[in-house]
Protein backbone atom coordinates (compact mmCIF):
# COMPACT_ATOMS: atom_id res chain seq x y z
CA UNK A 1 0.00 0.00 0.00
CA UNK A 2 2.11 3.11 -1.29
CA UNK A 3 0.50 5.70 1.21
CA UNK A 4 1.54 3.77 4.25
CA UNK A 5 5.33 3.03 2.56
CA UNK A 6 5.40 6.77 1.58
CA UNK A 7 5.06 7.38 5.37
CA UNK A 8 7.28 4.86 6.65
CA UNK A 9 9.77 6.26 4.53
CA UNK A 10 9.34 9.67 4.95
CA UNK A 11 8.56 9.64 9.06
CA UNK A 12 10.06 6.26 9.97
CA UNK A 13 13.20 6.04 11.88
CA UNK A 14 15.82 3.26 12.44
CA UNK A 15 16.84 2.63 15.84
CA UNK A 16 19.91 0.33 16.68
CA UNK A 17 18.71 -3.23 17.24
CA UNK A 18 16.51 -3.15 14.06
CA UNK A 19 14.04 -1.50 15.22
CA UNK A 20 11.69 0.45 13.11
CA UNK A 21 9.90 3.39 14.97
CA UNK A 22 6.87 4.91 13.24
CA UNK A 23 5.49 6.26 16.58
CA UNK A 24 3.98 9.57 14.89
CA UNK A 25 0.89 7.65 12.96
CA UNK A 26 0.74 3.99 14.10
CA UNK A 27 2.00 3.24 16.88
CA UNK A 28 1.40 5.80 19.94
CA UNK A 29 0.29 9.40 18.06
CA UNK A 30 -2.85 8.02 15.42
CA UNK A 31 -2.95 9.33 11.75
CA UNK A 32 -6.61 8.42 11.79
CA UNK A 33 -6.99 9.41 8.04
CA UNK A 34 -4.23 6.85 7.45
CA UNK A 35 -5.94 4.13 9.90
CA UNK A 36 -9.17 4.54 7.48
CA UNK A 37 -7.02 4.07 4.04
CA UNK A 38 -5.66 1.12 5.81
CA UNK A 39 -8.79 -0.36 6.87
CA UNK A 40 -10.37 -0.15 3.45
CA UNK A 41 -7.24 -1.89 1.59
CA UNK A 42 -8.34 -5.27 5.03
CA UNK A 43 -11.52 -4.93 3.30
CA UNK A 44 -10.80 -4.72 -0.75
CA UNK A 45 -8.06 -7.91 0.54
CA UNK A 46 -10.57 -10.04 2.20
CA UNK A 47 -13.77 -9.08 0.24
CA UNK A 48 -16.07 -12.07 -0.36
CA UNK A 49 -14.55 -13.88 2.63
CA UNK A 50 -17.05 -14.85 5.17
CA UNK A 51 -16.13 -13.40 8.55
CA UNK A 52 -17.69 -12.52 11.42
CA UNK A 53 -15.61 -10.97 13.87
CA UNK A 54 -12.34 -9.31 14.35
CA UNK A 55 -9.46 -10.05 16.78
CA UNK A 56 -6.07 -7.61 17.90
CA UNK A 57 -3.57 -7.08 20.30
CA UNK A 58 -3.85 -4.72 23.00
CA UNK A 59 -2.84 -1.88 22.56
CA UNK A 60 -2.01 -0.19 19.64
CA UNK A 61 -3.63 -3.50 17.77
CA UNK A 62 -6.82 -2.05 18.60
CA UNK A 63 -6.81 1.52 17.10
CA UNK A 64 -5.88 -0.38 13.56
CA UNK A 65 -8.86 -3.07 14.32
CA UNK A 66 -11.62 -0.57 15.42
CA UNK A 67 -11.16 1.63 12.19
CA UNK A 68 -11.39 -1.43 10.22
CA UNK A 69 -14.05 -3.04 11.19
CA UNK A 70 -15.71 -0.34 9.88
CA UNK A 71 -15.37 -1.16 6.33
CA UNK A 72 -16.33 -4.79 6.95
CA UNK A 73 -20.16 -3.82 8.03
CA UNK A 74 -19.26 -2.93 12.05
CA UNK A 75 -17.70 -6.66 12.41
CA UNK A 76 -17.17 -6.83 16.67
CA UNK A 77 -13.78 -6.37 17.54
CA UNK A 78 -12.85 -8.34 20.50
CA UNK A 79 -8.77 -7.59 21.77
CA UNK A 80 -6.45 -9.78 23.46
CA UNK A 81 -5.09 -8.52 26.62
CA UNK A 82 -1.67 -8.79 27.69
CA UNK A 83 -1.64 -10.13 31.12
CA UNK A 84 1.66 -11.15 33.41
CA UNK A 85 1.96 -15.06 33.21
CA UNK A 86 0.48 -16.25 36.24
CA UNK A 87 -2.43 -14.49 36.94
CA UNK A 88 -4.95 -16.05 38.83
CA UNK A 89 -8.62 -16.70 38.23
CA UNK A 90 -8.02 -18.14 35.16
CA UNK A 91 -11.94 -19.66 34.90
CA UNK A 92 -13.70 -18.75 32.14
CA UNK A 93 -10.40 -17.20 29.95
CA UNK A 94 -9.00 -18.73 26.66
CA UNK A 95 -5.06 -17.79 27.66
CA UNK A 96 -2.03 -18.45 25.38
CA UNK A 97 1.97 -17.49 26.52
CA UNK A 98 3.86 -15.87 23.73
CA UNK A 99 7.17 -14.20 24.23
CA UNK A 100 7.59 -10.60 24.10
CA UNK A 101 11.02 -9.09 22.52
CA UNK A 102 9.96 -5.47 23.24
CA UNK A 103 9.60 -6.44 26.72
CA UNK A 104 11.65 -8.90 26.91
CA UNK A 105 9.75 -11.62 28.74
CA UNK A 106 6.90 -14.11 28.62
CA UNK A 107 3.31 -12.52 28.10
CA UNK A 108 -0.47 -14.22 28.87
CA UNK A 109 -2.76 -13.27 25.65
CA UNK A 110 -6.18 -13.17 27.42
CA UNK A 111 -9.35 -13.54 25.99
CA UNK A 112 -12.65 -14.28 27.56
CA UNK A 113 -14.45 -16.98 26.35
CA UNK A 114 -17.45 -15.35 26.16
CA UNK A 115 -16.15 -13.08 22.95
CA UNK A 116 -14.89 -16.34 21.03
CA UNK A 117 -17.32 -19.25 20.71
CA UNK A 118 -17.07 -22.35 18.56
CA UNK A 119 -17.56 -21.90 14.78
CA UNK A 120 -17.14 -18.33 14.58
CA UNK A 121 -14.83 -16.97 11.91
CA UNK A 122 -12.02 -14.88 12.82
CA UNK A 123 -10.26 -12.03 11.00
CA UNK A 124 -7.17 -11.37 13.09
CA UNK A 125 -5.93 -8.09 12.70
CA UNK A 126 -2.64 -6.03 14.38
CA UNK A 127 -0.03 -3.27 13.69
CA UNK A 128 3.04 -4.74 13.68
CA UNK A 129 3.97 -8.19 12.49
CA UNK A 130 7.42 -9.29 13.24
CA UNK A 131 8.83 -13.09 14.65
CA UNK A 132 4.97 -13.61 14.69
CA UNK A 133 5.06 -14.61 18.53
CA UNK A 134 1.47 -12.80 18.98
CA UNK A 135 0.09 -14.51 15.84
CA UNK A 136 0.93 -17.83 17.27
CA UNK A 137 -1.00 -16.68 20.38
CA UNK A 138 -4.31 -15.50 18.80
CA UNK A 139 -3.95 -18.50 16.03
CA UNK A 140 -3.60 -20.92 19.69
CA UNK A 141 -6.21 -19.08 21.24
CA UNK A 142 -8.62 -19.53 18.15
CA UNK A 143 -7.93 -22.67 17.99
CA UNK A 144 -8.88 -23.08 21.99
CA UNK A 145 -12.26 -21.48 21.47
CA UNK A 146 -13.37 -23.83 18.47
CA UNK A 147 -13.32 -20.43 16.03
CA UNK A 148 -11.53 -20.46 12.73
CA UNK A 149 -8.99 -18.79 10.76
CA UNK A 150 -10.46 -16.68 8.40
CA UNK A 151 -6.77 -14.21 7.82
CA UNK A 152 -4.44 -12.33 8.90
CA UNK A 153 -4.45 -8.41 8.72
CA UNK A 154 -1.14 -6.40 9.24
CA UNK A 155 -0.60 -3.04 8.37
CA UNK A 156 3.77 -3.33 8.70
CA UNK A 157 5.34 -6.64 8.45
CA UNK A 158 9.34 -6.61 9.55
CA UNK A 159 10.07 -9.64 6.57
CA UNK A 160 13.35 -10.24 7.47
CA UNK A 161 12.47 -11.25 11.16
CA UNK A 162 10.73 -14.26 9.18
CA UNK A 163 6.98 -14.41 11.48
CA UNK A 164 5.58 -13.89 8.54
CA UNK A 165 6.75 -16.33 6.07
CA UNK A 166 6.18 -19.00 8.58
CA UNK A 167 2.63 -18.08 9.09
CA UNK A 168 2.01 -18.48 5.00
CA UNK A 169 4.08 -21.32 4.58
CA UNK A 170 1.38 -23.27 7.10
CA UNK A 171 -1.09 -21.94 4.86
CA UNK A 172 -2.38 -19.06 6.68
CA UNK A 173 -3.41 -16.07 4.32
CA UNK A 174 -1.04 -13.21 5.62
CA UNK A 175 -1.90 -9.76 4.17
CA UNK A 176 0.95 -7.29 5.14
CA UNK A 177 0.07 -3.38 3.66
CA UNK A 178 3.97 -3.09 3.95
CA UNK A 179 6.59 -5.73 4.22
CA UNK A 180 9.72 -4.07 5.85
CA UNK A 181 12.80 -6.36 3.61
CA UNK A 182 15.71 -4.69 5.16
CA UNK A 183 16.81 -1.65 7.93
CA UNK A 184 20.32 -2.37 7.07
CA UNK A 185 22.36 0.75 7.20
CA UNK A 186 19.62 2.40 8.54
CA UNK A 187 18.06 2.63 4.97
CA UNK A 188 14.17 1.35 5.22
CA UNK A 189 13.66 -1.27 2.16
CA UNK A 190 10.60 -2.57 1.28
CA UNK A 191 10.16 -6.40 -0.58
CA UNK A 192 9.10 -6.05 -4.22
CA UNK A 193 5.51 -7.61 -4.64
CA UNK B 1 -27.26 9.68 25.91
CA UNK B 2 -30.23 6.91 25.76
CA UNK B 3 -28.51 4.16 23.11
CA UNK B 4 -25.92 3.85 25.66
CA UNK B 5 -27.93 3.62 29.00
CA UNK B 6 -30.24 1.08 27.05
CA UNK B 7 -27.16 -1.21 26.34
CA UNK B 8 -25.78 -1.09 30.12
CA UNK B 9 -29.29 -1.82 31.75
CA UNK B 10 -29.77 -4.61 28.79
CA UNK B 11 -26.27 -5.61 29.14
CA UNK B 12 -24.25 -4.89 31.96
CA UNK B 13 -23.36 -6.72 34.81
CA UNK B 14 -23.14 -5.91 38.90
CA UNK B 15 -20.26 -7.51 40.83
CA UNK B 16 -19.35 -7.14 44.54
CA UNK B 17 -17.22 -4.08 44.77
CA UNK B 18 -19.25 -1.86 42.90
CA UNK B 19 -17.97 -3.47 39.54
CA UNK B 20 -19.87 -2.68 36.32
CA UNK B 21 -18.88 -4.92 33.69
CA UNK B 22 -19.89 -4.00 30.51
CA UNK B 23 -17.20 -6.02 28.66
CA UNK B 24 -19.53 -7.07 26.01
CA UNK B 25 -19.76 -3.68 23.57
CA UNK B 26 -17.01 -1.25 25.69
CA UNK B 27 -14.01 -2.65 27.38
CA UNK B 28 -13.62 -6.14 25.70
CA UNK B 29 -15.38 -7.03 22.80
CA UNK B 30 -16.40 -3.31 21.20
CA UNK B 31 -19.78 -3.38 18.95
CA UNK B 32 -18.17 -0.44 16.57
CA UNK B 33 -21.85 0.65 15.76
CA UNK B 34 -22.30 2.12 19.16
CA UNK B 35 -18.99 3.62 19.56
CA UNK B 36 -19.87 5.10 15.80
CA UNK B 37 -23.04 6.89 17.81
CA UNK B 38 -20.84 7.70 20.77
CA UNK B 39 -18.38 9.65 18.46
CA UNK B 40 -20.83 11.59 17.11
CA UNK B 41 -22.67 12.57 20.23
CA UNK B 42 -19.15 13.74 21.52
CA UNK B 43 -18.49 16.03 18.52
CA UNK B 44 -22.02 17.27 19.15
CA UNK B 45 -21.20 17.92 22.26
CA UNK B 46 -17.87 19.87 21.66
CA UNK B 47 -19.00 21.23 18.73
CA UNK B 48 -17.50 24.79 18.16
CA UNK B 49 -14.07 24.04 20.16
CA UNK B 50 -11.13 25.03 18.95
CA UNK B 51 -9.34 21.39 19.38
CA UNK B 52 -6.32 19.83 18.30
CA UNK B 53 -5.64 16.23 19.13
CA UNK B 54 -7.37 13.65 21.34
CA UNK B 55 -5.72 12.31 24.37
CA UNK B 56 -6.45 8.80 25.49
CA UNK B 57 -5.08 6.00 27.59
CA UNK B 58 -4.53 2.63 26.86
CA UNK B 59 -5.84 0.11 26.08
CA UNK B 60 -9.99 0.34 25.70
CA UNK B 61 -10.01 4.29 25.20
CA UNK B 62 -8.00 4.00 22.05
CA UNK B 63 -11.31 2.20 20.55
CA UNK B 64 -13.29 4.56 21.67
CA UNK B 65 -10.78 7.35 20.71
CA UNK B 66 -10.09 6.30 17.61
CA UNK B 67 -13.52 6.03 16.38
CA UNK B 68 -14.64 9.52 17.53
CA UNK B 69 -11.65 11.49 16.04
CA UNK B 70 -13.37 10.71 12.77
CA UNK B 71 -16.20 13.06 14.01
CA UNK B 72 -13.83 15.67 14.56
CA UNK B 73 -12.49 15.98 11.25
CA UNK B 74 -9.94 12.79 11.68
CA UNK B 75 -7.74 14.46 14.42
CA UNK B 76 -5.07 12.97 15.58
CA UNK B 77 -5.54 10.59 18.40
CA UNK B 78 -2.23 10.03 21.02
CA UNK B 79 -2.02 7.47 24.10
CA UNK B 80 -1.00 7.63 26.84
CA UNK B 81 1.10 4.23 27.90
CA UNK B 82 0.59 2.47 31.04
CA UNK B 83 4.40 2.00 32.15
CA UNK B 84 5.54 0.39 35.56
CA UNK B 85 6.62 3.09 37.82
CA UNK B 86 10.18 3.78 37.99
CA UNK B 87 11.13 2.61 34.20
CA UNK B 88 14.63 3.65 32.61
CA UNK B 89 15.15 5.83 30.21
CA UNK B 90 12.58 8.49 30.84
CA UNK B 91 14.04 11.13 28.56
CA UNK B 92 11.78 12.45 26.20
CA UNK B 93 9.26 11.80 28.00
CA UNK B 94 5.98 13.21 30.13
CA UNK B 95 5.39 10.96 33.09
CA UNK B 96 2.78 11.10 35.72
CA UNK B 97 2.21 8.46 38.37
CA UNK B 98 -1.37 7.58 39.18
CA UNK B 99 -2.54 5.17 41.62
CA UNK B 100 -4.42 1.81 39.46
CA UNK B 101 -7.55 1.47 41.50
CA UNK B 102 -8.18 -2.13 38.37
CA UNK B 103 -4.70 -3.03 39.36
CA UNK B 104 -3.96 -1.59 42.98
CA UNK B 105 -0.75 -0.34 42.53
CA UNK B 106 0.98 3.09 41.07
CA UNK B 107 0.97 2.97 37.39
CA UNK B 108 3.61 5.33 35.17
CA UNK B 109 1.59 7.29 32.58
CA UNK B 110 3.41 7.97 29.89
CA UNK B 111 3.78 10.41 26.56
CA UNK B 112 6.24 11.09 24.52
CA UNK B 113 6.81 14.86 24.34
CA UNK B 114 7.18 14.88 20.66
CA UNK B 115 3.16 14.39 20.49
CA UNK B 116 2.03 16.28 23.59
CA UNK B 117 3.59 19.94 22.11
CA UNK B 118 2.97 23.70 23.89
CA UNK B 119 -0.10 25.43 23.05
CA UNK B 120 -1.81 22.28 21.24
CA UNK B 121 -5.69 22.48 22.47
CA UNK B 122 -6.57 18.04 23.69
CA UNK B 123 -9.61 16.82 23.85
CA UNK B 124 -9.30 13.87 26.41
CA UNK B 125 -11.14 11.11 25.58
CA UNK B 126 -11.93 7.91 27.45
CA UNK B 127 -14.43 5.25 28.17
CA UNK B 128 -14.41 4.92 31.62
CA UNK B 129 -14.59 7.51 34.56
CA UNK B 130 -14.56 6.30 38.08
CA UNK B 131 -12.25 8.09 40.87
CA UNK B 132 -10.60 10.35 37.92
CA UNK B 133 -7.36 9.48 38.87
CA UNK B 134 -6.58 8.76 35.13
CA UNK B 135 -7.55 11.75 34.10
CA UNK B 136 -6.07 13.59 36.69
CA UNK B 137 -2.58 11.92 35.41
CA UNK B 138 -3.78 13.21 31.62
CA UNK B 139 -4.42 17.03 32.48
CA UNK B 140 -0.59 16.64 34.74
CA UNK B 141 0.81 15.48 31.38
CA UNK B 142 -0.80 18.35 29.46
CA UNK B 143 0.68 20.82 32.10
CA UNK B 144 3.87 19.07 31.60
CA UNK B 145 3.60 19.90 27.75
CA UNK B 146 2.49 23.51 28.01
CA UNK B 147 -0.93 22.22 26.25
CA UNK B 148 -4.16 23.31 26.99
CA UNK B 149 -7.26 20.91 28.19
CA UNK B 150 -10.43 21.82 25.68
CA UNK B 151 -12.62 19.21 27.80
CA UNK B 152 -13.31 15.66 28.32
CA UNK B 153 -15.72 13.23 26.94
CA UNK B 154 -16.48 10.23 28.71
CA UNK B 155 -18.65 7.03 27.61
CA UNK B 156 -19.28 5.60 31.30
CA UNK B 157 -18.76 7.59 34.84
CA UNK B 158 -19.68 6.18 37.72
CA UNK B 159 -21.07 9.05 39.51
CA UNK B 160 -21.11 7.71 42.96
CA UNK B 161 -17.21 7.74 43.18
CA UNK B 162 -16.80 11.26 42.14
CA UNK B 163 -14.16 11.80 40.17
CA UNK B 164 -16.27 13.32 37.54
CA UNK B 165 -17.97 16.12 39.85
CA UNK B 166 -14.30 17.14 41.78
CA UNK B 167 -13.03 17.76 37.68
CA UNK B 168 -16.04 20.04 37.47
CA UNK B 169 -15.70 21.63 40.53
CA UNK B 170 -12.31 22.57 39.02
CA UNK B 171 -14.07 24.01 36.45
CA UNK B 172 -13.69 21.60 34.08
CA UNK B 173 -15.89 20.72 31.47
CA UNK B 174 -16.50 16.47 31.89
CA UNK B 175 -19.09 15.70 29.42
CA UNK B 176 -20.34 11.88 30.04
CA UNK B 177 -22.52 9.96 27.87
CA UNK B 178 -24.05 8.00 30.99
CA UNK B 179 -23.46 8.64 34.35
CA UNK B 180 -24.30 5.95 36.62
CA UNK B 181 -25.20 7.02 40.16
CA UNK B 182 -25.83 3.86 41.98
CA UNK B 183 -25.06 0.82 41.79
CA UNK B 184 -26.67 -0.67 44.93
CA UNK B 185 -28.41 -3.78 45.36
CA UNK B 186 -27.08 -4.69 41.87
CA UNK B 187 -29.40 -2.43 40.11
CA UNK B 188 -28.17 0.03 37.72
CA UNK B 189 -29.22 3.56 38.39
CA UNK B 190 -28.64 6.42 36.52
CA UNK B 191 -28.49 10.32 37.17
CA UNK B 192 -31.10 12.80 36.17
CA UNK B 193 -29.96 14.92 33.88
Known amino acids: MEALKNRILSEGRVL ?7 DGFLNHQLDISLLCQIGQEFARRFSGRRIDKIL ?11 IAAQYFGNLPVVFAKKAKSGNLDTQGLLQSEIYSYTYQKPV ?27 LRGCIDLLGQAGAELAGVGIAVEKGFQGGGDRLRGMGIDVQSLAIVESLAGGAIRFREE
Chains 1, 2 share one sequence.
Open 108 to 134: MLTVSKDWLRPGERVLVIDDFLANGEA
Open 16 to 22: PGDILKI
Open 56 to 66: TIEASGIAVAC
